[in-house]
């Protein structure tokens, strides 16, 4: 077998039909033999009857557990040389599979590769001016491709951690002198689960937020955790000054946390244009009370893995 393409699945009704309509379309005239694997982690909808209905799918339905586990439930059961983790809201490009076919028939084994995902062909303004100016030098788990005995070789994915996962695999495959970590652009896919409005976008960040306070350890290590626990303790600090009616005061406050959060979006969006910069200052805000919020959700679902 040289390819496994496994994909974790937690309630994807409105995404799964196109993943796997992707992975087939792009794999369809490759000369490689591949499986699909999907994990239903605990889904209450109907992704386990869409996925089902592509022939040649194997569908798993597993107790509702973290993405970490549900991903190296996956990498237990698959037979390929090559892992193709992703994820049930990603769609593939079609030179994904050429980039695919190349790296099955080279004979790599210790290598991690993949690359961020793209927006769509009309992307709502949320996608157009954040996610798609996002430069990340770690790879997505919804488009990592990792070599069968590099995978075991890092340790899998890492089943205490609720968020974040990722970035902890790649940094454990950097830090592995025998692994070969390389972005490849050539990898190209879409999300299409990225948040297309101010709601969407904050529940996506209050949930992504949770894994930096899984402990002291993880939070003091975290920049934007303690730049999330900044903007939180600005806002206790200003709601003081209002009560107790040092108005003065309070409209200096606010205008510096303003001007920071626009240096904050500067710097991080700084080879963005200028209209990006200006939507993103307003974005950045939302982002960062999103996290500081998911502190509390953290203490909430302590006991919980997923």
């Not at 009857?49 to 586990?69: D, E, K, L, P």
């Not at 040389?81 to 994904?96: C, E």
């Not at 790879?139 to 340790?155: C, H, M, P, Q, Y």
Request: glycine share 8%; proline share 2%.
């Amino acid at each position: 077998m040289d390819l496994s393409v496994i994909i974790p699945a937690f309630n994807e009704e409105d995404y799964v039909g196109q993943c796997l309509s992707s992975v087939k379309e792009v794999l369809a005239e490759r000369d490689i033999v591949y499986e699909i694997l999907l994990l239903d982690n605990g889904s209450c909808d109907r992704t386990s009857q869409i996925a089902s209905s592509f022939s040649g799918t194997s569908v798993f339905n597993i107790s509702r557990t973290s993405v970490s586990q549900a991903r190296n439930f996956g990498a237990q059961k698959a037979k390929g040389r090559v892992f193709a983790f992703i994820d049930a809201d990603v769609v593939l490009k079609n030179v994904w599979g050429e980039s695919i076919e190349t790296l099955c028939k080279s004979g790599k084994r210790l290598f991690v590769t993949g690359y961020q995902y793209g927006v769509r062909d009309e992307p709502s303004w949320i996608e157009k001016y954040w996610f798609s100016n996002l430069k990340s030098n770690h790879i997505s788990g919804g488009n990592l491709i990792v070599g069968r005995e590099a995978f075991f070789k890092i340790g899998g994915f890492d089943p205490g951690l609720k968020t974040g996962e990722d970035v902890d695999f790649c940094n454990r495959a950097k830090n592995n002198p025998q692994i070969n970590f390389e972005l490849n652009p050539k990898l190209k896919s879409v999300h299409l689960g990225y948040p297309k409005n101010i709601k969407n976008f904050m529940k996506r960040e209050y949930w992504h937020g949770e894994g930096d306070f899984r402990s002291f350890q993880s939070f003091c290590k975290s920049k934007i955790a303690l730049v999330a626990i900044g903007y939180g303790l600005a806002h206790l600090i200003m709601l003081g000054l209002l009560i107790r009616g040092e108005y003065a005061e309070f409209l200096v406050l606010v205008i510096l946390f303003i001007l920071f959060n626009i240096v904050i979006s500067s710097v991080r969006f700084k080879k963005s244009p200028k209209i990006a910069i200006f939507y993103n200052s307003i974005l950045n805000y939302f982002y960062f009370m999103a996290r500081f919020f998911s502190l509390f959700k953290a203490v909430k679902n302590r006991a919980k893995n997923y």
